[in-house]
């Protein structure tokens, strides 16, 4: 009889997690589509996307090197490392060993969407069967999770790697089951290094407060020590995947204040490019004054959530009254601190009030190498967010009686899909098969510019900066005919560089000097203009257009 109950328990528990694989990949269809899972279709991604594909292009060809990820060709030394070019390195360490069997264009984002979204899915039934939620419970609310707006506008962004949010809820399971293992502690760790350095952050706080929590609960000076080992191998690890490769000027070059929470944006459905919401009047919506808090500051909960939340404060204000005042749990506590240290982080020292900042503080000095690296700040309220979303849901499934939970997670349901729908209908009409096929592709041949530049090996851009126009034209153009650039499109770069070969390239002008190796690449037609006569006597000027009517201003040294 027990073993017959043991094999019922295994088999309902596989069907759980079978049931909600399937759901993530029906949700996944409908919203993104699984056309877009084709290694070989570049077309679609957006250009903080396309230039992940271009990291890893140049990286699936270079000799592996310590620290690991390091990439020459694309920046020459301006940007060294994919892990600036949100290349998502957990997939190009996979992938990397059979590049000699994949084609050219091989990219394998869209399959990490599908990846995240069945993910978050079987964390999402880990957390709910810890508290004893029925399947159809679970389907409900791992709905709700899979629509979160959160991460559905982080693909409008072309933020992949940001939209990995089942890595917080790992992290949150592994809180929920108390784990003291620094193994299972530093494997969520590594693999969230591997996919982008702000995601890691958010585990390592988790961590944090995980360890306070075993230290206030067992007082084992034990468990400090392992955190300390915890700590030292996650900072060799960012050593060995490339995290220290550009200056500390650029890591800790500040902009945190830029990108922030607003204290009213959980309510805001004003994206960087739509309006999430069907329902949220005017009156209540607001665009931020700053850009970089519309771009970052979106944390939008959705109707449905809302209404969650609301009814959840009710029973805990109705608890408070009619019951007696219960002890509060240390992991209760120290979730709470946690929480208040990410809203306090996300909202910076410049607090904003529906758009408009009400009043600032001086951060202090020591706590800004902190804050620096981190300029994307509102980041840090996603880990509330969950908290606050699956707390809240938690309670009304403790309050609400059983005949009824279902039905309320499924209102809760509709009027969110219903709220978010904006949202979803613009993600589907980018997706849309026919709206791919019918968008104007890049030249993936540029047989013009090949054909003048065949004997050179490098494109100088004049003057290199951030995401020079024509940048994915000319980057997939390199990386095809194995040319070296110097300049690219990255989160980080070495700026010393940058400005060395911003003197060196005058130099080259001004000395009539060019390397013989290079062609000089110009988009700025004064410039090109100005420096073409000082070299005529040792160039040729060259003016060539691609398929689509791109122009390409080249100056070529005589060989």
């Not at 009043?359 to 980041?379: C, D, I, Q, V």
């Amino acid at each position: 009889m027990i073993r017959y109950s043991i094999m019922l328990f295994y088999v309902r528990k596989k069907k759980d997690i079978l049931i909600l694989f399937i759901l993530a990949l029906l949700l996944f269809e409908y919203i993104f589509g699984f056309h877009l899972i084709n290694f070989k279709n570049i077309y679609w991604l957006p250009d903080d996307a396309f230039n992940g594909f271009l990291g890893w292009s140049f990286y699936r060809n270079t000799s592996e090197t310590l620290p690991l990820f390091k990439i020459f060709n694309y920046g020459m030394g301006v940007g060294s490392t994919i892990i600036y070019t949100d290349s998502l390195p957990i997939m190009a360490l996979i992938f990397k060993p059979f590049s000699s069997l994949l084609p050219i264009d091989f990219q394998y984002l869209g399959l990490w969407l599908l990846i995240s979204y069945v993910m978050t899915s079987y964390f999402s039934n880990l957390i709910l069967t810890k508290f004893g939620f029925s399947l159809i419970n679970k389907i409900l609310v791992t709905a709700i999770l899979l629509l979160s707006p959160i991460v559905l506008e982080r693909f409008i962004a072309g933020h992949f790697n940001l939209m990995s949010h089942w890595l917080i809820l790992w992290g949150f399971f592994l809180y929920q089951k108390n784990e003291k293992s620094t193994r299972k502690w530093l494997t969520i760790l590594v693999i969230s290094i591997l996919v982008h350095g702000y995601m890691f952050a958010m585990i390592m706080i988790l961590a944090i407060f995980q360890y306070i929590r075993i230290y206030f609960e067992g007082k084992d000076k034990k468990d400090l020590v392992n955190f300390l080992v915890l700590f030292i191998v996650s900072l060799i690890s960012l050593g060995i995947f490339g995290y220290f490769e550009v200056q500390a000027e650029e890591v800790f070059h500040g902009g945190w204040g830029g990108y922030r929470l607003d204290l009213l944006s959980f309510i805001n459905p004003i994206g960087r490019s739509l309006n999430w919401s069907s329902f949220m009047s005017e009156s209540i919506s607001f665009a931020p004054s700053q850009i970089g808090d519309l771009i970052e500051g979106f944390n939008y909960f959705g109707i449905g959530v809302l209404l969650n939340i609301f009814i959840a404060i009710c029973f805990l204000i109705k608890e408070n009254i009619t019951s007696a005042k219960k002890k509060t749990k240390i992991s209760t506590k120290v979730l709470i601190f946690f929480s208040i240290f990410m809203v306090l982080f996300a909202l910076t020292n410049k607090i904003t009030f529906m758009g408009n900042e009400i009043f600032a503080y001086n951060m202090p000095e020591f706590l800004k190498p902190f804050t620096r690296p981190f300029r994307a700040s509102a980041r840090f309220f996603w880990p509330v967010y969950y908290i606050i979303l699956l707390g809240t849901i938690f309670i009304n499934y403790r309050n609400i009686k059983n005949i009824y939970i279902s039905a309320f997670f499924f209102v809760i349901l509709i009027l969110q899909t219903v709220d978010i729908y904006p949202g979803i209908k613009t993600i589907r009409s980018f997706n849309n098969k026919s709206y791919l096929e019918s968008r104007i592709k890049m030249d993936t041949n540029q047989l013009e510019l090949k054909g003048v530049t065949e004997d050179y090996s490098k494109i100088i851009y004049v003057f290199p900066e951030y995401a020079n126009k024509n940048w994915r034209e000319l980057i997939y153009f390199a990386y095809k005919n194995d040319k070296k650039t110097n300049f690219g499109y990255f989160a980080r770069r070495n700026w010393d560089i940058q400005e060395d070969y911003i003197r060196k390239i005058k130099n080259q002008f001004n000395n009539m000097d060019l390397d013989s190796d290079s062609i000089y690449y110009f988009s700025d037609k004064k410039i090109y203009e100005e420096l073409s006569k000082k070299v005529a006597s040792i160039s040729t000027k060259v003016i060539v257009q691609d398929s689509n009517g791109l122009n390409h201003m080249l100056i070529i040294p005589n060989k």
